[in-house]
């Protein structure tokens, strides 16, 4: 079956007793069982049963089966964010003395993650140009526990060649982890790209107009310490797994995935092409316009679009506050991929508690400002944003 019909018909597991069309949201802390024997074979994993919400829901395990037929992977973890996400698909690798090969152009909160949270656990960082083949192949080490990126940055948009990494890690038999949220997974395969292990915040492009925060490992299989570690330690012992309103939410979210998807990333082109040709705009940066420097590997990896976020720069911050303060349509709020149109300055808000030589080493620049591009009419958006510039 095609995805959009998988998105769709996807069967539960069980059969719901009242034949409920929709999942049931199981609003339950605890499950209860007919015996003794029963409630150890769940307890010891024996059965795959739930028998509490921090572990299994069958709300939960309905948005994962989804994602799972959608993907292909073997092992699906719907989490309470992104981050969460990120965070578990890290710590199965990373330990005391191994260290990450990344780069400095990562979410803000996942720069943080590596380099401050898990520097104080001992758990040290290569950082390095990925686009750079030769400088990631001497960036791993034998303590290099995995190489990981994300597919298009955010909000540099610089895209790597994921098959190279993808052997470099492979010779080192280390996984090549990928943050996959700036394109959905049912445009592309990250799996043919040779990605281990994929992590989506789901509050993005899933949630369906921005209802729910969520987060996804998706697990090809290919390190079986994946499964063990975040099915029978993490969810256990850190708790951050998805709560079943969110996910009923995100099961919805995924019917109509793809049909927003392909929207938003048509009203993203065409906004883009819109504002090259746009006086009082510096530059326009977005993957999917033909002069863009990652345009080519970008339409062969992600299958011929380029996502929903453009950047524009302007002449300095002040034009850019400017700008922001006179929008009538577009929001001023963060979040990705919302059915509306968000606009943000980066530089002072996701990056505003880095110092100025840290956001330099990002590329985090004081004259960008970062769109989202929603459901609306590309007309009404764009007439907005010209008569905001001024
Ligand atoms: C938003 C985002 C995250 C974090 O996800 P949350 O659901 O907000 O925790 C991680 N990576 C990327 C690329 C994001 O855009």
Known sequence: ?????????????????????????????????????????????????????????????????????????????????????????LIVFAEQGKNIVTSNHLFGNTVALINKTFRRFGIGCHSVDLTDIDAVRNAVDDDSCCIYLEIITNPQLEVANLMALADIAHEHNIPLIADTTMIPFTEFSARELGVDVEVVSSTKYISGGATSLGGLVIDYGTFPIVNERIRFELLFNVGNYMSPHAAYMQTLGLETLHARYEMQARNALLLARKLSKTPGIKKVNYVGLPDHPYHDIAMKQF???????????????????????????????????????????????????????????????????????GLEDVEDIYDDIKNSLG
């Open 1 to 89: 079956m095609k995805k959009q019909t998988i998105a769709i018909d996807t069967p539960f597991c069980r059969k719901d007793v009242y034949g409920s069309l929709s999942m049931p949201v199981y609003h339950t802390a605890a499950f209860e069982f007919e015996t003794a024997s029963d409630m150890a074979d769940a307890f010891t994993g024996k059965v795959l049963a739930p028998d509490y919400s921090r572990v299994m829901n069958p709300t939960v395990t309905y948005f994962e089966d989804k994602v799972k037929a959608l993907t292909g992977a073997a092992n699906v973890f719907a989490l309470c964010s992104g981050m969460a996400a990120i965070h578990d698909a």
């Open 303 to 373: 299958g011929q679009s380029a996502g929903c976020m453009i950047t524009i720069d302007l002449e300095n911050i002040e034009a850019c506050y400017r700008f922001i303060n006179r929008l009538q349509l577009v929001h001023r709020a963060t979040n990705l991929f919302d059915n509306k149109t968000l606009a943000i300055h980066p530089y002072s808000t996701i990056f505003g508690n880095f110092t100025h030589t840290e956001k330099a080493k990002m590329d985090v620049l004081p004259t960008t400002v970062r769109l989202s591009v």
